[in-house]
Each structure stands twice: as structure tokens, then as C-alpha cells.
């Protein structure tokens, strides 16, 4: 089975760019996760999605970000216009909406520079 | 507001010694408490977890030691090897129709040969 799968891997761009990284969650899973991992902030939730409806979205940064989830097995995240302190890995995450031992599986991440 | 904190931020061990790694929690609505382990340029995966209900599991080389009453948990890995090197975090889940995810601030180990 095909694991998250997130693209692109690597991304540069320059400060006021739009940037969109995408992902693909397992197949069967109803839970997604975007985070942000930087050496300041560790990992950071984002937001996440149940059943392709966004329900916490308390850790988007500001207005500059925004997720869609259009259907079950593609999500967005979107950052416009970037800012150089927007570099970071960003990862997506799925898992199966249920109790809280259902494991979160992570993509390989997005490493974004914006320069 | 941390509401996981770590503890070492960087570990060096070396090869068959023990790494201990602790996190310490504030909310009691926690029922799910996952360790993860991450290799460069890769995404964090899923170690060992526990419920709060049990003082300890075991799988392999890996235990987690939990105290409830404390709020702490603890990773202890034994015999280290060199593959084990990598970045951990603890995590602590409150599940239900709240769910969340909170990551501690992650230690990396580094094991000696």
C-alpha cells in the first residue's frame, strides 16, 4: 500500500510568491493533518479535516495560509504570498477517524524555502 | 503554551547503553500517549504508544514508563545501536470529538559506535 504521498518534495521560491503543496492521504482514511516543523517550533498542527470538512484550524499562522480538502484523497495547503519565515518542512498526515489509539501516518514532507 | 514538554533536547549515547527520554504533560484530558521516531528527510512513524491506564509497555528494545500521577512518561531504549539514532518525539492525544495531537519539542539521539 501506497503510503501519504506529498509533493513536491522540495520547493523554492521568493518572498511574495504563492506557494501550494498538495497531498495524497492513504486510501480509506477520513482524518488529515497539515503540520509545520521547524527547529524553533518543533511540530505544529495546523489544521485537520474530518471527513474532507475542516475542524481545527486554530493553527494556521494567519490569513496569508489556507487548506481545502476537495475530496477524500486530495488536500492543498496554500500560502500567499510567502514569507522568508514560512520556510519550513510541512507534512501532511492521515489516519482513520476513531478512537485515540488510531495512529497518525505522515508523509515525507514538503521542505519549502522561500528566499 | 507547551503543554508537552521534552526532556534531554540532544542525547549521545554509546552503542548497548540505555537513552532515557522524558515528557511531562499539564491536560488530564490526555488518554493517549504515542512516542514517534523521525530519520532525516523523513516523516515522523509511529514507535510505541500507551494508555494511561498501564505503567508500562515493552516492545523489543523500547519501553515506555508511565506515572499518571506525576503526569510524566518516559522512553527508554535498551542495548542502543547506532540505527537508532534519530529524533524523538512523545506525544500526547485527547481523543474523542475533540481530537489533538500535541507533540512534545522532540530530543535527538545520537548513538556511538
Known amino acids: 500500500d501506497a503510503g501519504v504521498i506529498q509533493s513536491p518534495r522540495h520547493e523554492v521560491t521568493e518572498m511574495g510568491q504563492e506557494v501550494t503543496l498538495r497531498c495524497k492521504p492513504i486510501?480509506?482514511?477520513?482524518?488529515l493533518f497539515w503540520y509545520r516543523q521547524t527547529m524553533m517550533r518543533g511540530l505544529e498542527l495546523l489544521i485537520y479535516f474530518n471527513n474532507n470538512v475542516p475542524i481545527d484550524d486554530s493553527g494556521m499562522p494567519e490569513d496569508r495560509f489556507s487548506a481545502k480538502m476537495p475530496n477524500a484523497s486530495f488536500s492543498t495547503l496554500k500560502i500567499q504570498p510567502s514569507e522568508p519565515r514560512d520556510s519550513a518542512v510541512y507534512f501532511c498526515?492521515?489516519?482513520?477517524?476513531?478512537?485515540?489509539?488510531?495512529?497518525?501516518?505522515f508523509g515525507p514532507g514538503t521542505r519549502l524555502t522561500v528566499l | 503554551q507547551q503543554q508537552v514538554k521534552q526532556s534531554p533536547q540532544s542525547l549521545i549515547v554509546q552503542k548497548g547503553g540505555i537513552s532515557i527520554i522524558n515528557c511531562a504533560y499539564e491536560n488530564t484530558a490526555f488518554d493517549y500517549f504515542p512516542w514517534y521516531q523521525q530519520f532525516p528527510g523523513k516523516g515522523p512513524a509511529l514507535l510505541i504508544a500507551i494508555r494511561p491506564d498501564v505503567s508500562e509497555k515493552k516492545e523489543g528494545r523500547f519501553t515506555i514508563s508511565f506515572n499518571k500521577s506525576a503526569k510524566q512518561f518516559s522512553l527508554h531504549i535498551m542495548d542502543s545501536q547506532p540505527g537508532d539514532s534519530a529524533t524523538y518525539f512523545c506525544?500526547?492525544?485527547?481523543?474523542?470529538?475533540?481530537?489533538?495531537?500535541?507533540f512534545g519539542k522532540g530530543t535527538l539521539l545520537t548513538v556511538n559506535p
Open positions: 506525544a500526547a492525544i485527547s481523543g474523542g470529538s475533540n481530537y489533538k495531537l500535541t
Open positions: 486510501s480509506g482514511h477520513n482524518s
Open positions: 498526515a492521515s489516519r482513520i477517524q476513531g478512537t485515540s489509539t488510531d495512529t497518525q501516518y
